[in-house]
């Protein structure tokens, strides 16, 4: 299950993207961060009215903490995509499950703990190895502050998911996580588009299109349900085979560029997706054989010993 949870959310992540790809044509970057988090707070205050649940947290700084450097990494990306080639900023930004990887080799490094699991840090390494192949990523000198920019984002989206695999495992559910993260999108996109218009007036486009107003609630619906199953991953999976499966991403937005957008792939782009799926099925056949039924988390996962 953990990895159909992540494999669900790479599929709605690149949902996503196509629907933000499509509504930036007409909406700011800040316009689309804050009808984002919108979208998924009266979605999830909805289910959490009919199930009974509760928002009330007993962890605010965490989800404070989660917010914060989720959404800066959010803005660096969209910083480094304005600045650099696509393929540079997307390849970049999914270099997280690598800094994962190489937190926990630390880790179980530093404590001595034996659980420095190299099939599985081969397999993030490959995975990276195939999303260069299939992106082929380049920049120019000049731009070496620009690709700095990208790489800080995928360090902190490595914080960000790290601290998610915290929060589920201290027990708090998926939709609590998912509706502060959105909350604080929607203050980040205003606080943007505040400042974007530089003390000027400030101007909202307006939502008098259907096809505007259906991309956006595309662009909501697919971001909150990904971020749910994504939570539920990163709490009930294995932290780096959930970080390798993130990796497919990739591959289900190429695919929807292929259906959507007419996109053209060369071999090295199909080499670059065999070598992900293959990687990522290896990873999770590798902790389905190497995990015992009912072994405690914390003897397996060097994040659970903190918590």
Known sequence: ??????????????????????????????????YRGIVGMVVLFIMVRIQG????????????????????????W??????????????????????????LFAHGWWHAKNHVEWPLIVAVGMSFVGVTLLLRPAFEANQLFDALIALGSSVLSA????????????????????????????????????AEAGGGPVTWHPLNTAHGVFLLLGMGLC?????????????????????NLQYTGIVFSSIWGVAMFGDVFSW???????????SGMAAT???????????????????????
Not at 19 to 25: D, G, M, P, Q, T
Not at 224 to 242: C, F, S
């Open 1 to 34: 299950m953990q990895s159909l949870w992540m494999l669900f959310a790479s599929f709605m992540f690149a949902a996503m993207g196509v629907c933000v790809k499509l509504a930036s044509e007409t909406y700011t970057t800040s316009e689309l961060v804050m």
């Open 78 to 103: 969209f910083y480094s995509i304005a600045k650099l080639p696509l393929a540079t900023a997307m390849t970049l930004n999914y270099m997280a499950p690598i800094w994962i990887a190489v937190w």
């Open 268 to 278: 090295h782009s199909w080499l670059g997706i065999a070598i992900i799926l293959l």
């Open 159 to 194: 914080m960000a998911y790290m601290q998610v695999r915290k929060l589920g495992l201290a027990g708090e559910p998926e939709y609590r996580v998912v509706f502060y993260f959105a909350a604080t999108n929607l203050v980040a996109g205003i606080v943007g588009h505040v």
């Open 285 to 307: 056949f590798y902790n389905t054989k190497s995990t015992e039924r009912g072994k405690a988390i914390a003897d397996t996962d060097p994040i659970a010993s903190e918590v």
């Open 53 to 76: 649940g509760t928002l009330k947290t007993a962890f605010p700084l965490a989800h404070l903490w989660r917010g914060f450097i989720g959404v800066v990494s959010l803005w660096l």
């Open 223 to 243: 971001a909150t349900a990904a971020q749910m199953a994504m939570t539920r991953a990163y709490r009930v999976g294995k932290t780096l085979v959930v970080a």
